[in-house]
C-alpha cells in the first residue's frame, strides 16, 4: 500500500486539529478580551453590539477568512469613526477603545468569531431590516 495517501490523510487531520484547537483558544481569549461588552445576546446592560451583529457585518464586507481576520486584526488596536463597520453602533455605543493585545491573541479572537457558529437571536432580522433594509441572504 503506498503512503503518500496515508501521509495525505495524516497531513489533513492534523490540520483540523489544529485549527479545532486554534478555535478554542480563541474562544478562551474572546471571553477574558472582548465578552464583557460585546455579549452574545442584547440585554440592559449592554456596552456594545452582541458579537452576532458584529461578525455580521464583518462577513458581508470580508466573507474571505484571511481577509475578515486581518480586519479584526487592525480595527481592534486601533478603531476609528472612519474604519467601522458599524456606524449606527457607534452612534449607540460610542467608538470603542483601542486595545492593545498581543498580535497571537488577535488571530486567535478574529479566527474564533470566523469559525463560530453563532446563534442569530430572534430579533436580528428586524433590526437589521430597520437600520439597513433588506436582510442579506448571504449572511450567517
Known amino acids: ?19 479545532a484547537e486554534d478555535v478554542a483558544v480563541g474562544r478562551e481569549k474572546f471571553k477574558v478580551y472582548c465578552m464583557s461588552c460585546h455579549q452574545f445576546e442584547m440585554g ?16 458581508q464586507v470580508h466573507p474571505e477568512k484571511v481577509d475578515f481576520v486581518r480586519s479584526v486584526k487592525t480595527w481592534v488596536p486601533a478603531p476609528t469613526i ?15 477603545p483601542p486595545l492593545a493585545l498581543p498580535e497571537e491573541d488577535l488571530e486567535a479572537i478574529a ?16 433590526h437589521y431590516r430597520q437600520e439597513h433594509g433588506a436582510y442579506p441572504s448571504t449572511s450567517q
Open 1 to 19: 500500500m503506498p503512503r503518500t495517501p496515508f501521509l495525505l490523510l495524516f497531513a489533513l487531520l492534523s490540520a483540523i486539529s489544529v485549527q
Open 44 to 59: 440592559p446592560q449592554m456596552v456594545a453590539p452582541p458579537i452576532f451583529a458584529v461578525k455580521n457585518h464583518y462577513l
Open 82 to 96: 472612519e474604519k467601522s463597520l458599524m456606524p449606527g453602533a457607534v452612534r449607540r455605543f460610542n467608538l470603542m
Open 111 to 126: 479566527t474564533f468569531l470566523y469559525e463560530a457558529n453563532l446563534r442569530e437571536p430572534g430579533w436580528y432580522h428586524e
